[in-house]
């Protein structure tokens, strides 16, 4: 099978049994990608004002992967395209960690594999 195509059944996978961000279930701390999944589900529901709220790169990163697709032979480009996005992704999730967290949809997760050490050594 085609990376493509293993691409496709992973996402297939993480719809069908779900998703839980491993870098916070070990730290309790919300990455950058997280509610992400969740985002793009009420996106496919039609329900827009939902997924930007739970993650509003969605649609950002909808569009930067459909234009690699029209631009794939275009190496230079795609580079540009990826590093912009990938700027913009990282500055997202500082301004939601400055402003949001640890709010609903950044939230802390106290049952992390790390809190949890964390109390067990120092109760």
Known sequence: MKR??????ALCLLFVF????PIQTVTGIPCPGCNFT???V???????????FYHAMVIPTLLV???SIALARQK???????AGWAAAMLLYYIVRMVVVFPQIPMVFDENA???RLFH???P
Do not use: E, Q
């Open 120 to 122: 067990l050594l120092w």
């Open 76 to 82: 230079n480009v795609l580079t540009w395209l990826w």
């Open 42 to 52: 009420f996106l496919a529901r039609g329900n827009v004002k939902a997924s930007l």
């Open 18 to 21: 779900g998703y839980h961000c």
């Open 38 to 40: 969740t985002a793009l």
């Open 113 to 115: 594999l790390l809190i």
């Open 65 to 67: 992967a459909v234009v």
């Open 4 to 9: 493509t195509g293993m691409a496709l059944l």
